[in-house]
């Protein structure tokens, strides 16, 4: 077996379906590619959509409730070479396997291949390619030269995520299994992957990523989810520090968690001085690993405004205005 399509799926039957057409629509190539769907104890239609398709597509079930304890149950099961994850609420692009396949064959130093998705807003039917960053054009980069440009360039998220990333089976088979990172699992294993060689990233979006209401993975707006986003990012701070990973990618990821325990706290109306003190004191003693960085990661998580607890944020306004500034 040349290829295993690996496909988490908690309560999402009602997409799975789609997912598993994508691949069976793909181009067949050499040694055929296997179909895996992990069910992270689905409660819904996701073990009978799975069955309609008979042989075509194993079918696991675990019980974990996480899907960090799916994606690793599924590494350990799948027979192929190369692994290909799909979100099962995502679909994959015509051409996407042998494309990805083409790039691996082509280089043997590749553990990870990557490319931009297109970014599909099911409210409104708007479909969006994602471009490729200019360090990544183009050319493969070694593990540590990939994660440093991604950690500086897009905030925290190395862009190879979700159903945009295929890896060699025998490189995730060397991460160790990780519990309690949840929806962050594929960015455990990007980071302790992409350290193991090289990565290329493709130029051409071939992925669909699905936004819609009932999304696991959207991140982005802090105001949702803080404290349960933080508790799974916490483990993975912790073996991201006992690692051999850029000194940069550590200060820049830990910086995101950092912010993210100030928007924790400001939620909850606890935030103190102290706690900002100690956010500007890490960035103080970590000044040349984020220099160039901090302006983006700073707007990105809206610490220029939410930094101080809320009644000096509120002085700090009025002395502004005051003064003419505001």
């Not at 493709?202 to 669909?208: P, Q, Y």
């Not at 970590?286 to 960085?293: I, R």
Request: charged share 25%; aromatic share 8%; proline share 5%.
């Amino acid at each position: 077996m040349n290829a295993t399509v690996l496909i988490p799926c908690r309560n999402y039957g009602r997409f799975l379906g789609e997912a598993i057409d994508s691949v069976l629509d793909q181009d067949a190539p050499p040694g055929g590619v296997e179909i895996l769907v992990v069910d992270d104890g689905s409660r819904d239609e996701t073990p009978a959509v799975a069955a309609r398709y008979g042989d075509r597509v194993r079918y696991l079930r675990v019980e974990e409730g996480d899907k960090s304890a799916a994606t690793f149950a599924g590494i350990a099961a799948a027979r192929g070479r190369y692994l290909f994850n799909l979100d099962a609420d995502d679909r994959f692009l015509p051409g996407k396997i042998r494309r990805v396949l083409e790039a691996f064959e082509g280089d043997p130093g590749l553990v990870m291949v990557a490319h931009p998705p297109v970014r599909w807003e099911t409210a409104n039917g708007s479909r969006l390619a994602e471009t490729v960053v200019p360090e990544f054009r183009g050319r493969a980069l070694s593990g540590p030269a990939f994660l440093s440009a991604a950690f500086r360039r897009l905030g925290g998220n190395p862009g190879a995520m979700g159903s945009t990333f295929a890896a060699r089976l025998s490189a995730l088979r060397q991460v160790p299994p990780v519990r309690g990172v949840g929806l962050y699992v594929d960015l455990y294993l990007v980071l302790f992957t992409a350290r193991q060689g090289s990565v290329r990233f493709l130029d051409d979006a071939l992925s669909l990523y699905r936004l819609h209401e009932k999304n696991g993975s959207l991140d982005l707006d802090l105001s949702r989810g803080a404290a349960l986003r933080l508790s799974m990012l916490e483990p993975l701070l912790e073996r991201l520090r006992a690692s051999g990973h850029p000194e940069d990618v550590k200060a820049l990821f830990e910086l995101r968690v950092r912010i993210l325990r100030l928007v924790v706290k400001e939620q909850a109306g606890t935030k103190t001085f102290a706690d900002v003190l100690s956010l500007w004191r890490f960035v103080a003693g970590h000044g040349v690993l984020l220099a160039g960085d901090l302006r983006g990661v700073l707007r990105d998580y809206w610490v220029v405004q939410k930094s101080l607890p809320a009644p000096l944020r509120r002085l700090g306004r009025g002395l502004r205005r005051a003064d003419g500034v505001l």
